[in-house]
């Protein structure tokens, strides 16, 4: 079992900035790929970014593409999601997600545990 909490949602004005966090327990997660999604109010989950175990290359939906980063700390078990150039359209609950086999990084189904979110408000 592989618990997820993500942390560091929040509110903020568009072209500002937030960290989330993913810290997860139970079982190291550096071998596994870690993916964030997110879903806004009336819509579907989608994908936002995944990191790779072992080579550690990222992948990003063309959305966040130059203005998130995702990176990970395997020593602290722990994945961040860097956003930078916020815009309203960001607005949604972000979830970490850990796909321990490696599948298609941007179907949800390829996941295996989930964590249960944290809200990022983009205001205009």
């Known amino acids: 079992q592989v618990q997820l909490v993500e942390s560091g949602g929040g509110l903020v004005q568009a072209g500002g900035s937030l960290r989330l966090s993913c810290a997860a327990s139970?079982?190291?997660?550096?071998?596994?790929?870690m993916g964030w999604f997110r879903q806004a109010p009336g819509k579907e989950r989608e994908f936002v970014a995944a990191?790779?175990?072992?080579?550690?290359?990222?992948y990003y939906a063309d959305s966040v593409k130059g203005r998130f980063v995702i990176s990970r700390v395997n020593a602290k078990n722990t994945v961040y999601l860097q956003m930078n150039s916020l815009k309203p359209e960001d607005t949604a609950v972000y979830y970490c997600?850990?796909?321990?086999?490696?599948?298609?990084?941007?179907?949800?189904?390829?996941?295996?545990?989930w964590g249960q979110g944290t809200q990022v408000t983009v205001s205009s």
């Open positions: 997600a850990a796909d321990l086999f490696g599948r298609t990084v941007v179907v949800v189904q390829s996941y295996d545990y």
């Open positions: 139970g079982r190291t997660i550096s071998s596994f790929t």
């Open positions: 990191i790779r175990g072992s080579a550690g290359r990222t």
